[in-house]
C-alpha cells in the first residue's frame, strides 16, 4: 500500500465520524500542527472551476516544501474572497506527507475521492469562488501560505509556473500563474499531484545562480544521463519512502529543467531551483521517494525527492519539457527488497535498452535490502545466452508456447475514462506452463512491434490471465488490476487484429470490425481456443466495470456473451 492510499484508507475511517469530510471540522479537537513554518508547505494549484457541477468537483493542490515529512493534523484550510471576508475553514485529520511531495485536496467525499485527488474536506470550505478568491493555510496563528486568483476558466486548473521551484513568496506574484493547457482527464485540464507546466511569459528557465552569479544553465544532451539502478519494491520498508532510483552523469551538467515520469510526454516532476543543480560528470545520483535515512531503507545519501510511484513492471524515463527524451528503461519484472542494476560495463542510454544488461544486485546496502545506490554497480554474475532465461539463481531453456497454449481473450482498444495512448491493453489465457521470453506482439501477422526480452523467466501458469498494457501506472492506465507486460504500439478501433507469436511461427491471431468505446471485446470463456476465437460470434461487448470505469475483466475470466 502506498502512502496516499495509507491516507486515504485513514480518511475513509474518518469520514464514518465527521460527516461530509475527511477529518474534523474547523473547531474541533484535533492533533496539534505545532512546528509548520511559513513556506513549509505552498499552494500550487487551483480547480476552481471544474466541468459541469463545481460543488464536489473543486480541488487545490499543497507541495511540502519542507524537505521533511509532515503530519498535516491541525492544519486549517481556508477559503475566502479575495479580501479574506466570509471565510470558511476545515480542520484536517492526521495526514502524513514527505518531503518533495504535491498533494490535493478536494470538495469530495472522503470515499468517494477520484484518482487526482488524495483528501476530501467535503463541503465544508463551501463552493470556490470562480471570479476572485483567496486560499490559505493556517497553523494556529501562522499562515503557512495564502494566494488570491482570479478569472478561474472553465475545465481548467490555475497554477503556479512549473518553470520556478515552489515557493510561497513567488507564487504571491499573480503573472506566474497561468491556465492548465494538458488534459489530465477528460475534459480536465491541470496536473494534479505533479509539478506544473512552465508559464509562457514567466520567468526564464534558461540560467541559474552559481554561487551568487548568474549564467546559462548547461543542459543534458541525450547520453548525458543514464538510469543504472532501480529499486520499485524495497522489504525493509515502505514502498511509499523506500523507493528509489540511480543515475549515473556522464559530463559536468546542471539538471535544472529535467523531468521524471514513467511516460514519455507525462511529466510527475520537474527538477526546479534558482541555483544551478549541478551534477559532476562521472558521479551517480539518487532519486528517492523520502529524504530521510530511517525511512528510505539507509540510503547513504539523496540528491533528489520524487513523489510518484514506481510499478513492479513499468517505465521510468529522463527528459526536458515534454517533448525531449533523455533516457528510458523499461523493467518486465521485480524482486522484493532487490535493487535491478545495471552492468557496469554497460553504462550508456542505448546499452540500458537491452534487458539482458540488467541483473539483479547482490550487494547490501543500509537497512538490508540489495542494491549499490551512489556507486558503481557490481558485475552481473551470470551470463544468460539467447533461448536461455534466469530461473531464480539457475539459468535454464525458455520454455517455449506451442501452438493452443496462448489464447488471446480480450482486447481494450477503445478506452473511455483515459487517452488510448495509456489505457489500451489486451489479454492472453495460458493453456500450460510456459515463459513468455521473445513472445512477438503485433497487429498484423510478419510485423512485430513487441518482443518482450528479459534476462528473467517470464513464467505464465497454466490457466493465467497475463494482462499486457501500454502504461502499468493504475492512476494512469484507467485503474488496471494488474499489469504483466507492456506492449509499445496502437491498437485500431475499428478494422483491427493483434497477434502472439514466437520466432516468427503465429501462435494466435484475432481480427475485429469495430469496437464499442469504453468497453473492452470479450471472448467467450466457453471459446478459449485459437480456433473459436476467430469466429466474431464467440466475441461480445464486456459490462464488467473495472478502474475508473471502463467495461472489461482484465487479468480475470471474461463474462459468458449473452
Request: net charge negative; aromatic share 6%.
Amino acid at each position: 500500500m502506498t502512502r496516499l492510499q495509507q491516507i486515504r484508507s485513514s480518511c475513509g475511517i474518518f469520514a464514518l465520524i465527521f460527516a461530509g469530510a475527511c477529518g474534523p471540522a474547523d473547531g474541533e479537537s484535533s492533533a496539534s500542527c505545532e512546528g509548520l513554518l511559513p513556506g513549509d508547505l505552498v499552494i500550487t494549484e487551483v480547480m476552481a472551476n471544474p466541468p459541469g457541477e463545481d460543488s464536489g468537483n473543486e480541488w487545490f493542490e499543497l507541495y511540502n516544501a519542507s524537505g521533511r515529512e509532515l503530519d498535516l493534523a491541525g492544519l486549517v484550510l481556508v477559503a475566502s474572497r479575495s479580501d479574506g471576508t466570509d471565510a470558511k475553514k476545515h480542520r484536517m485529520a492526521t495526514t502524513k506527507l514527505p518531503g518533495g511531495t504535491y498533494f490535493v485536496v478536494g470538495s469530495m467525499l472522503a470515499d468517494k475521492l477520484p484518482a487526482h485527488v488524495d483528501y476530501g474536506y467535503g463541503a465544508t470550505l463551501g463552493t470556490l469562488r470562480n471570479e476572485t478568491g483567496r486560499l490559505a493555510l493556517t497553523c494556529g496563528d501562522v499562515t503557512v501560505d495564502e494566494v488570491s486568483y482570479k478569472d478561474a476558466k472553465d475545465g481548467a486548473a490555475k497554477g503556479f509556473t512549473g518553470a520556478r521551484a515552489p515557493d510561497y513568496l513567488g507564487n504571491d506574484d499573480a503573472t506566474s500563474w497561468c491556465n492548465a493547457t494538458a488534459e489530465f482527464a477528460p475534459g480536465q485540464k491541470g496536473s494534479p499531484r505533479s509539478a506544473n507546466e512552465a508559464c509562457p511569459g514567466g520567468p526564464s528557465p534558461t540560467t541559474c545562480n552559481d554561487g551568487g552569479t548568474p549564467r546559462d544553465i548547461v543542459r543534458p544532451k541525450v547520453g548525458d544521463l543514464v538510469i543504472s539502478e532501480v529499486m520499485t519494491s524495497p522489504k525493509r520498508v515502505s514502498d511509499t519512502t523506500g523507493e528509489w532510483f540511480e543515475v549515473y552523469v556522464a559530463r559536468d551538467l546542471d539538471l535544472n529543467g529535467v523531468t521524471l515520469g514513467t511516460v514519455p510526454g507525462t511529466v510527475k516532476a520537474t527538477l526546479t531551483s534558482a541555483d544551478c543543480l549541478q551534477a559532476k560528470g562521472g558521479s551517480w545520483l539518487i532519486f528517492a521517494r523520502g529524504k530521510e535515512a530511517a525511512q528510505n531503507g539507509g540510503l547513504p545519501w539523496v540528491d533528489h525527492v520524487y513523489g510518484f510511484a514506481l510499478a513492479s513492471v513499468g517505465t521510468l524515463y529522463l527528459g526536458l519539457g515534454t517533448a525531449e527524451v533523455l533516457d528510458l528503461v523499461t523493467w518486465t519484472s521485480s524482486k522484493e527488497g532487490t535493487a535491478s542494476s545495471l552492468d557496469p560495463r554497460r553504462t550508456t542510454a542505448q546499452d540500458n535498452d537491452d534487458p539482458l544488461a540488467w541483473c539483479r544486485a547482490t550487494a547490501t546496502y543500509g537497512a538490508g535490502d540489495l542494491g549499490t545506490p551512489g556507486a558503481e554497480n557490481s558485475a552481473c554474475p551470470v551470463v544468460v545466452t539467447q533461448g536461455k532465461c534466469l530461473d531464480g539463481e539457475a539459468v535454464r531453456d525458455i520454455v517455449k508456447p506451442v501452438s493452443g497454449q496462448l489464447v488471446i481473450t480480450e482486447i481494450m482498444a477503445n478506452p473511455d475514462a483515459v487517452d488510448d495512448s495509456v489505457g489500451e491493453w489486451f489479454e492472453v489465457l495460458t493453456t500450460a506452463d510456459l515463459d513468455l521470453n521473445d513472445l512477438e506482439v503485433g497487429i498484423t501477422p510478419g510485423t512485430v512491434k513487441t518482443t518482450l526480452k528479459s534476462i528473467e523467466c517470464l513464467k505464465a501458469s497454466s490457466g493465467t490471465h497475463v494482462v499486457f498494457a501500454r502504461n502499468s501506472d493504475g492512476e494512469l492506465n484507467g485503474g488496471l488490476p494488474q499489469v504483466s507486460h507492456l506492449f509499445k504500439f496502437d491498437l485500431l478501433n475499428s478494422t483491427g487484429g493483434l497477434f502472439v507469436g514466437m520466432g516468427g511461427a503465429v501462435l494466435d491471431v484475432v481480427t475485429y470490425s469495430k469496437t464499442t468505446a469504453g468497453a473492452a471485446s470479450s471472448l467467450d470463456p466457453g471459446a478459449s481456443t485459437p480456433e473459436a476465437n476467430d469466429l466474431s460470434e464467440n466475441w461480445c461487448a464486456a459490462t464488467s466495470p473495472y478502474g475508473a470505469g471502463d467495461q472489461g475483466t482484465p487479468g480475470a475470466a471474461s463474462k459468458p456473451c449473452p
